[in-house]
């Protein structure tokens, strides 16, 4: 059971950068997706996540209206779409997933639902 995170990068401000959260050795489509960065010497704060049962979506303020979370079941892979990206946007980005039950609605925007992570991949924002 792994999570892989990609798409890290170094873009200009203003720019945009999608990163993939892929899944191996077990089915997404069961998993709610839950996207955290960390930035130096700050706390682990949840960007964004998605539903398994009704695709319910979820932005921390910061980023609402700029990133844009996704899934493909077929891939196996859940998408952050970010744009108009800030200096403050530069992180360390993980996903991480948590299995819901069938009667369960929103995804769990913090951190301590969530049972399997990925690594942290790298978003610099910088001119």
């Known amino acids: 059971v792994q999570l892989q995170a990609s798409g890290r990068g170094l873009v200009q401000p203003g720019g945009s950068l999608r990163l993939a959260c892929g899944a191996s050795?077990?089915?997404?489509?069961?998993?709610?997706v839950g996207w955290f960065r960390q930035a130096p010497g700050k706390e682990r704060e949840g960007v964004s996540c998605i539903s398994s049962t009704d695709g319910t979506k979820y932005y921390t303020d910061s980023v609402k209206g700029r990133f844009g979370i996704s899934r493909d079941n077929d891939k196996n892979t859940v998408y952050l779409l970010m744009n108009s990206l800030k200096p403050e946007d530069t992180a360390a980005y993980y996903c991480?997933?948590?299995?819901?039950?069938?009667?369960?609605?929103?995804?769990?925007?913090?951190?301590?639902?969530?049972?399997?992570w990925g690594q942290g991949t790298l978003v610099t924002v910088s001119s």
């Open positions: 991480a997933a948590y299995r819901q039950n069938i009667d369960e609605r929103r995804c769990v925007p913090g951190d301590e639902a969530y049972k399997y």
């Open positions: 050795g077990f089915a997404l489509r069961y998993y709610a």
